[in-house]
């Protein structure tokens, strides 16, 4: 069962709760999180942790108050400062070593695509089987309400919205382009969670286009009916825009500058799959797709075990990966359906968030 929690108050009082939420299933956490890393580098949990500072200058340069929140998780959770850094650093860790198998894909449509013209954007979310998630229901301290699919404090999948501002959604993919400068970076986490804590699309797309990193790729939508894609990469952005009023992704670049330089995509070769698939079935039912297609879409097992529902390939000898949680939002009516699990076999539940 999915754990709901409402979070307010001060940044670091957020994150007091937020990691009280995950406090008995921490040492599974960093087992899971940290101590993959530590086997495939051949070190200890200790030492993954000492790499993860190295990003914390730029962190905090960046975005002190989401520095607050983590020393809030930090005391919630029962864990060193350190120690949650370098959790939420750890896409930034995993790809400057070793590589992962099987990832997301994400699908926005809209206009002429969706059967009454809204927006309707949604993802299914691969990583470690078993993973703790929780939904948070966040007041932050400037006002913006929010929906957050919480990945163990990991990452988050967000509804947002501020006053009369349309709600916004944003997801994300895994991509890479290489690192000439991995020192500086601020960690993709980061990045996104001050970019869902904006009062607005808009707002939030700044934030990315703002970003000087090497990976990964955002979808954005909101209830006025705006889609747009993103992809951060050599130290720079390309956006993206919808085809037929449909955006896709997966964990290859798309935009052609930064395909040509793509560092992920010989860890993930079934990511062209999953992109070329979805984009069929979005073809094939243009002009009438609904939440409930789309939640058809995101539970297609097309090249199984690793289609757009990820399965756990035992012949891999990559660490097991598959969809832990789907999610599809409808910016407009302010409501998240999530599955846990995998959607072929899990019912998506709706949420919806409180924006008065």
Excluded at 25 to 38: F, N, P, Q, W, Y
Excluded at 68 to 89: C, K, N, P
Excluded at 106 to 129: E, K, R
Aim: hydrophobic residues 40%; aromatic residues 10%; proline residues 6%.
């Amino acid at each position: 069962m999915l754990k709901i929690v409402e979070l307010q108050g001060s940044y670091y009082e957020i994150g007091k709760g937020w990691g009280e939420v995950f406090r008995q299933e921490m040492d599974r956490i960093i087992t899971s999180e940290l101590g993959v890393i530590a086997t495939y580098y051949g070190i200890d949990t200790e030492t993954v942790i000492e790499l993860g500072k190295k990003y914390l200058p730029a962190a905090q340069k960046y975005d002190p108050e989401f520095i607050e929140v983590l020393h809030g998780f930090a005391e919630g959770a029962g864990v060193s400062f350190d120690t949650i850094f370098a959790i939420r650093s750890v896409f930034d860790i995993l790809c400057s070593g070793p590589p992962r198998q099987g990832m997301c894909t994400s699908l926005a449509v809209g206009g002429s695509a969706s059967q009454n013209g809204q927006v309707i954007i949604g993802q299914n979310i691969d990583w470690h089987p078993g993973l703790p998630i929780a939904l948070l229901k966040i007041s932050w301290p400037n006002g913006v309400k929010q929906l957050a699919l919480s990945m163990s404090g990991v990452w988050e999948y967000t509804l947002s919205a501020y006053d009369k501002a349309s709600p916004f959604a944003i997801m994300s993919t895994l991509t890479v382009t290489p690192d000439t400068n991995p020192d500086i970076s601020v960690p993709i986490s980061f990045i996104m969670n001050k970019a869902s804590r904006q009062k607005q699309l808009e707002n939030a797309l700044e934030v990315f286009t703002n970003a000087t990193s090497t990976m990964p790729s955002y979808l954005l939508a909101n209830g006025a009916g705006k889609m747009i894609g993103i992809e951060l990469g050599l130290h720079s952005h390309e956006l993206l825009y919808p085809e037929s009023d449909v955006l896709i992704h997966a964990n290859h670049n798309i935009s052609e500058r930064f395909a040509a330089r793509d560092a992920f995509i010989q860890f993930v070769p079934d990511s062209p799959f999953r992109y070329d698939r979805m984009k069929k079935l979005a073809a094939q039912n243009h002009g009438k797709i609904t939440p409930k297609r789309i939640m058809a879409f995101l539970a297609d097992h097309e090249n199984y075990p690793k289609g757009i529902c990820s399965h756990v390939d035992p012949e891999s000898q990559l660490p097991p990966s598959a969809t832990v949680a789907s999610v599809v939002i409808i910016p407009e009516e302010a409501a998240m359906y999530i599955a846990v699990g995998n959607p072929c076999e899990n019912e998506y539940e709706r949420y919806h968030l409180q924006t008065d």
